[in-house]
T-cell receptor, first 114, second 114 residues
């Protein structure tokens, strides 16, 4: 399978715990995106990388959210001190920054904070 | 900034019939791209079709076509010969100048009836 891979697919955590999601993009893609989607809404952009550089992070929801892409390949999204309002699906996507720049998504990581 | 509006929360269509899902957009960028994605209940966002703002012809991909009316700022998705497997959420999205991250609408839930 050469698509975007995310894990874990499902995570249930207690309020106040930290969680980390991992994303492996399509291998030749240099851009990687994180989105959040809540029920009944479209995906909401959080942050993105070009190679290892984080080009936009002002949309991260609070300072409890952080993302890294240390070697320009896989990326992690960490949420510290989780709150019930963080319950959502976290989508990762990747693209090749040329042509029509079609963005391909992974299957998402569902987070439930109890 | 880009904005996408999808005014149809839900649509029903008879199997084998055609259906049009509406999308209007707003942007001040001279160049932009418009995308449609399908999201089945499994959660994965599946790329369907792309239209560039300077493309002379409407995009087509199999049973999907995009009715692009630039002056009206609309990019409606037409699905011909609907199948039961087409039942899903459909999202319209756009990116602006410089391959900015996608902005999504709230989606339309399509239900295909046998």
């Amino acid at each position: 399978d050469t698509g975007v891979s995310q894990n874990p697919r499902h995570k249930i955590t207690k309020r106040g715990q930290n969680v980390t999601f991992r994303c492996d993009p399509i291998s030749e893609h240099n851009r990687l995106y994180w989105y959040r989607q809540t029920l009944g809404q479209g995906p909401e952009f959080l942050t993105y990388f070009q190679n290892e550089a984080q080009l936009e992070k002002s949309r991260l929801l609070s300072d409890r959210f952080s993302a890294e892409r240390p070697k320009g390949s896989f990326s992690t999204l960490e949420i510290q001190r989780t709150e019930q309002g963080d319950s959502a699906m976290y989508l990762c996507a990747s693209s090749l920054n040329r042509g029509n720049n079609t963005i391909y998504f992974g299957e998402g990581s569902w987070l439930t904070v109890v | 900034a880009q904005k996408i509006t999808q005014t149809q929360p839900g649509m029903f269509v008879q199997e084998k019939e055609a259906v049009t899902l509406d999308c209007t957009y707003d942007t001040s960028d001279p160049s932009y791209g418009l995308f449609w994605y399908k999201q089945p209940s499994s959660g994965e966002m599946i790329f369907l079709i792309y239209q560039g703002s300077y493309d002379q012809q409407n995009a087509t991909e199999g049973r999907y076509s995009l009715n692009f009316q630039k002056a009206r700022k609309s990019a409606n998705l037409v699905i011909s010969a609907s199948q039961l497997g087409d039942s899903a959420m459909y999202f319209c999205a756009m990116r602006g100048l410089g391959n900015t991250p996608l902005v999504f609408g709230k989606g339309t839930r399509l239900s295909v009836i046998a």
